[in-house]
């Protein structure tokens, strides 16, 4: 057990450095701008103490300038392997599980000011994924896809299935990614809904791969085709 922390002392633990930034992609050297620390202790009875502290810091990434919080965290109870309290970390927004890609912000594209239910449900899942909600996220995978594939076809064909295989036709999934399409985009929003099935880390990274490819083929990459400067027609050779 380490020692216990005096609630009137000063703190035994040194302010961060560096912090992790979404901005940046990673940790960076961080100014503190305000710093609160709190501790308790509980008296358990024979000899027994439980303590707890925390640290919260208003920090600024001195890369890109963006403010952010950091909440520093250690209770007696939470050790490790050689019996020492474990330092905690929490940042305020969490720090990203996948990044955004450039194309769902781009004021040019067609999720542009947030306007495109797909494009809103596409940002909830990434909320989720950043708030550590496997389940949401793949519900709202799910709910991507179908409303992406009416849109696409036109019309809704009364099922999940009958709007895949419609949506295939449209040649926008690839011959060899149908299956996984089929069997794990569909299977993971399912599973998640029905059977309460918590897709794991690596799982909805796979899932998020084919499904980022899937909204840029189908409105991204049209939209910056459309928008390409006019290519000058060759010269006829002299004769």
């Known amino acids: 057990m380490?020692?216990?922390?005096?609630?009137?002392?000063?703190?035994?633990?040194?302010?961060?450095?560096?912090?992790?930034?979404n901005n940046?992609?990673?940790?960076?050297t961080h100014n503190i701008l305000h710093a609160h620390e709190?501790?308790?202790?509980?008296?358990?009875?024979?000899?027994?103490?439980?303590?707890?502290?925390?640290?919260?810091?208003?920090?600024?990434?001195?890369?890109?300038n963006r403010i952010?919080?950091?909440?520093?965290?250690?209770?007696?109870?939470?050790?490790?392997?050689?019996?020492?309290?474990?330092?905690?970390?929490?940042?305020?927004?969490p720090a990203y599980a996948r990044r955004r890609p450039d194309w769902l912000t781009d004021y040019r594209?067609?999720?542009?000011?947030?306007?495109?239910?797909?494009?809103?449900?596409?940002?909830?899942?990434?909320?989720?994924?950043?708030?550590?909600?496997?389940?949401?996220?793949?519900?709202?995978?799910?709910?991507a896809l179908e409303h992406l594939m009416i849109e696409a076809i036109g019309s809704d064909k009364g099922s999940f299935g009958a709007n895949a295989d419609a949506f295939f036709e449209l040649g926008l999934v690839a011959a060899n990614d149908k299956d996984?399409?089929?069997?794990?985009?569909?299977?993971?929003?399912?599973?998640?809904i029905h059977r309460a099935h918590k897709p794991t880390g690596r799982d909805l990274e796979i899932v998020m791969d084919v499904v980022e490819q899937i909204v840029h083929a189908t409105y991204v990459r049209?939209?910056?085709?459309?928008?390409?400067?006019?290519?000058?027609?060759?010269k006829g050779r002299a004769t």
């Not at 501790?39 to 890109?64: F, I, S, T």
């Not at 049209?222 to 060759?234: E, F, H």
Request: hydrophobic fraction near 35%; include cysteine; charged fraction near 25%.
């Open 180 to 192: 996984l399409f089929k069997k794990v985009l569909i299977e993971v929003g399912n599973a998640a």
């Open 222 to 234: 049209p939209l910056r085709l459309a928008s390409l400067s006019p290519i000058a027609p060759r």
């Open 2 to 21: 380490v020692p216990l922390p005096d609630p009137n002392g000063p703190h035994h633990w040194s302010p961060p450095e560096r912090s992790y930034c």
């Open 109 to 143: 594209g067609p999720f542009a000011f947030r306007e495109h239910p797909v494009g809103e449900l596409l940002e909830e899942v990434y909320v989720a994924l950043q708030n550590g909600l496997p389940r949401v996220a793949a519900m709202g995978i799910r709910a």
């Open 68 to 93: 952010h919080m950091r909440h520093d965290s250690r209770h007696s109870e939470d050790e490790d392997n050689e019996g020492q309290a474990i330092r905690r970390v929490e940042y305020s927004p």
């Open 38 to 64: 709190t501790r308790w202790r509980d008296e358990q009875g024979e000899g027994h103490v439980v303590w707890g502290e925390d640290a919260y810091y208003l920090v600024q990434c001195a890369g890109c």
């Open 24 to 28: 940046c992609r990673g940790h960076r």
